[in-house]
Nanobody
């Protein structure tokens, strides 16, 4: 019903910035909660940020607070993750996800649709 495609990943030095974007196709996700997750090699997938369907409520993992900002543009069916002050520990594949519920879950198991992911590599 909904297809998600991430873009904007790449190689950046420590302290740099990247802006990830997730474009939705198929059924509109105007009323979908959206989340960003990441997974590094050998580690479990972890929550990064989430935003309510209206865009009025956001949530962040402790390790990205003050550095990352999640936003959405429902008219364009996109969600973005602005990442500043990047650290080597941020290196991972980043995924966006969508959930049709009215709440904004923080656990990946609650999300129904997932993108293919985009690689973010932070080096010194």
């Amino acid at each position: 019903q909904v297809q998600l495609a991430e873009s904007g990943g790449g190689l950046v030095q420590t302290g740099g910035s990247l802006r990830l974007s997730c474009a939705a196709s198929g059924r509109t996700f105007r009323r979908y909660a959206m989340g960003w997750f990441r997974q590094a090699p050998g580690k479990e997938r972890e929550f990064v940020a989430a935003i309510s369907w209206s865009g009025g409520t956001t949530y962040y993992a402790d390790f990205v607070k003050g550095r990352f900002t999640i936003s959405r543009d429902n008219a364009k069916n996109t969600v973005a993750l602005q990442m500043n002050s990047l650290k080597a520990e941020d290196t991972a594949v980043y995924y966006c996800a969508a959930d049709p519920g009215t709440s904004t879950p923080l656990q990946g198991s609650a999300y129904n649709y997932w993108g293919q992911g985009t690689q973010v590599t932070v080096s010194s």
